[in-house]
């Protein structure tokens, strides 16, 4: 077995079988580290460029869904392609970046094989990429669908289906849900009454 198969027996369990070929090409054709990680609260993948040995790294966290992770691994290739075809003055997620990935999209043919429900979002999306899926709404709420857990006990609650003056808990902090401001809401610290904004896709619980 040589290293490219190995490296696609290893990604197959995080990535769809149609997308797993262009993942391992870009590994290959670009030469980066391609690294697995653990579930991150604030973030799902990352790329990191170090300007000492020029050396580049793309982590994904290994607890998303196949089409979750391809996608976010989609992003950040974006950033590392953008980046050396444009240079490293561009904007993170500028107009650059935004063309690279809806790019990298149509090469893996996304709008074939992902399933019928999230295509429409994804196709929607592509026409103005944001710097993290959880940014738009509609795709993020169709791509968690996938998730695991789905149709389990331990779906996941977010903040927008809740009423406004319910109480509930973030990060093991108590607080009132106020008025929304267009993808945020205005939530006071039960304790502190101190106000933050907080998006309505967060991840939240209701106290007894």
């Known amino acids: 077995m ?3 198969e190995i490296f696609s027996q290893q990604l197959k369990k995080y990535l769809p079988e149609q997308g797993l070929n262009q993942v391992v090409d870009l590994i290959f054709e670009h030469k980066v580290r391609f690294k697995i990680s653990q579930a991150r609260k604030t973030k799902f993948g990352d790329y990191r460029y170090n300007p000492q040995d020029e ?38 997620h500028g107009e650059e970046w935004k063309h690279t990935f809806s790019v990298l999209l149509m090469k893996g043919e996304v709008l074939h094989w992902f399933p019928v429900d999230i295509r429409p979002r994804v196709k929607a999306y592509m026409n103005n990429p944001k710097a993290s899926t959880a940014s738009d709404h509609d795709l993020y709420l169709a791509l968690r669908k996938y998730d695991e857990h789905r ?13 406004r003056g319910q109480i509930f808990v973030l990060n093991q902090r108590k607080f009132v849900l106020g008025e929304k401001r267009r993808t945020r809401y205005l939530c ?21």
């Open 188 to 208: 006071k610290e039960y304790h502190s009454g101190r106000e933050f904004l907080v998006s309505g896709l967060a991840e939240v619980s209701i106290t007894e």
């Open 55 to 92: 050396s580049e790294q793309i982590s994904v966290n290994g607890n998303l869904n196949p089409y979750s992770f391809y996608f976010t691994t989609i992003h950040e290739f974006a950033h590392l392609i953008a980046f050396k075809t444009y240079g490293r003055r561009i904007a993170a």
């Open 151 to 163: 149709n389990s006990s331990d779906k996941p609650l977010y903040l927008h289906e809740l009423n």
């Open 2 to 4: 040589n290293k490219r």
